[in-house]
């Protein structure tokens, strides 16, 4: 097979196919065309051809997720790393593997006036798990074996509990676009058996029998992959009286009609009084941060509470291993260093006994008049965001995926019912709006069935580049929340009555939707009212021969106010 001259092409190449790693974005250039050639002609590695480095990220994070698997993003030297950095980012704090291989100069060249140069070795430190500079080729054994090393060690550090993305750096020097046969050679890779990381089994009992004697515990999912384990041992806690389960969307946790879904929904409905005797005695916290800001200003105003009156305080555990203490209740006790499927499954394996009390039974009954209310709300309320996002929600077919943009999107989702979702991801490692839209084709191709974005119609204009992704298929369809910018502003109290908050925060959005689908062959679908939704809807669901888009047209300022009537319905 002809492939690149180049040794650490080549030998990049075949220990990605070996560790594992079977997909990798590619991003034009001609500093990086030896790693072009080498990953492309390998056999086993398939290749996506991405021009804009920021939207090819996006779309390597959603892929990578999809399919729980490394997925690989190749730039040129310069800036072109640089593009990537956002979607890094995300990759890093929601635990996702990306490895990042960027082109170089030779040492001697950068910060010599030479095109397309900066310093790149490190540039992604803060954002990644580690960071490899490889050096321009001598042709020593000597070389060959170091470069080897550290291609096996970034590859092996991705996949690590818990994943995250790495950044190789590769010095090029010319000739770059040379081919030759490629050499017979014995390739060494190197493995990695890490512990086992669990509870001893008299561990795993006492944690049980704590749980048991505990009047009120509190478990509250966040973003996660979607995991049986997880979902049965989360339903096997909140069978126990003494034990209450809220799970955001994102969180993909199926576990029966007894967790709270909806955890904005029924916060909102309770007083003082019944925030207070509601607390937990421990609250245990597992996958990633929260969207809901009731539930973490409530933890923690009941923290300080008690703290301030010498009660006995608020304990959090967290599950799952991090750097450092998430310590967001500002009341944390323990960090639980494995991963919650297996910590989970540990503790209710023993079905401990002698857990008695209401406390589950408490929060079903706040539950029912939470939603009881909802229904009440929901049947009187004008068009408007929230009549838009509850039929999106409620008439979204059983087997598809859905990606939520940050801001509105993601917020309004927590307040419907989104258990019959097959999955539901969203960027909320760093809860940036920047590329939501690439991030949910590149899911999209690794699904292969049907992903529905929903988003606002800012996100949407922040990644019109991802609109001309060469993968786009009719899979893949988008739903716009178009009130005519940053939504979420007229509803945020920093920012609502600001005299600029039109201008500058809500940035009053002018996206020509229809005419961005023409030009790149989307199907398009249009409503401005209930009843054009509900009309379109089915035609919307049935497009079988493009990609399709949904505008829908809601009253800017009436659906902040409707919104914030909705959280303030029983007071």
Known sequence: MLTSDKYVARELADLMVAQGIRHAVLCPGSRNAPLIVAINRHPDIVTYSIIDERSAAF??????????????????????????????AEAYYRHV??????????????DQDDSQTIRQAGVLANIVKGSWTLPAENGSDQQAWYINRLINDALLCTKAYPAGPVHINIHLDIPLGK?????????????SVAPELRLSNEQAKDVAAELAATKRVLVIAGFMQPDQRVSKALARLAAMPNVGVMCEAQANVHAGDLPIYKIDGVLSIMNTWEREIMAPDIVITVGGALVSRFV????????????????????????????????????????????????????????????????????????????????????????CDFQAMRYVMEHTPDSWNMHLSNGTSVRYAQLFDYSHIHRIDSNRGVSGIDGCTSTAIGAAQGYGQTTLLVT?????????????????????????????????????????????????????????LRDLAYAYKFAYFEASSMEELSNHWQNFLAERTAPAIFNILTPPQDSADILRLYFQRLR
């Not at 729980?68 to 593009?83: E, F, H, K, Q, R």
């Not at 555990?317 to 297996?342: K, T």
């Not at 009390?357 to 408490?362: A, E, F, K, T």
């Not at 502003?489 to 002018?510: I, N, S, Y």
Request: with cysteine; hydrophobic share 40%.
């Open 179 to 191: 081919v030759e046969e490629a050499p017979e050679r014995r390739l060494r890779t190197i493995a």
């Open 97 to 110: 593997p990306l490895v990042v291989i960027s082109a170089d100069r030779p040492l001697e060249w950068i």
């Open 296 to 383: 973490k200003d409530w933890l923690r105003k009941e923290g300080a509470r008690r703290n301030k009156i010498g009660k006995e305080p608020l304990r959090h555990w967290h599950v799952g291993s991090q750097q450092y203490s998430i310590d967001c209740f500002q009341c944390l006790e323990q960090r639980i260093e494995m991963p919650a499927s297996e910590w989970l499954n540990q503790i209710t394996a023993y079905k401990p006994r002698g857990a008695e009390g209401n406390y589950s039974q408490r929060w079903q009954e706040i539950k029912k008049r939470a939603n009881e209310s909802a229904k009440v709300f929901a049947e009187s309320c004008p068009w």
């Open 456 to 512: 606002g119609d800012m996100s949407a204009q922040y990644d019109l580049g991802a609109l001309a992704n060469p993968y786009l298929n009719p899979h893949f369809k988008m739903v716009v929340l178009n009130n005519h910018g940053g939504g979420i502003f007229r509803f945020v109290g920093q920012t609502a009555k600001l005299d600029e908050c039109e201008e500058f925060f809500c940035a009053d959005v002018r996206l020509p």
């Open 59 to 88: 779309f390597a994070l959603g892929l990578a997720a999809q399919i729980d698997a490394p997925v690989a993003i190749v730039c040129t030297s310069g800036t072109a790393v640089l593009n990537f950095a956002p979607a890094v």
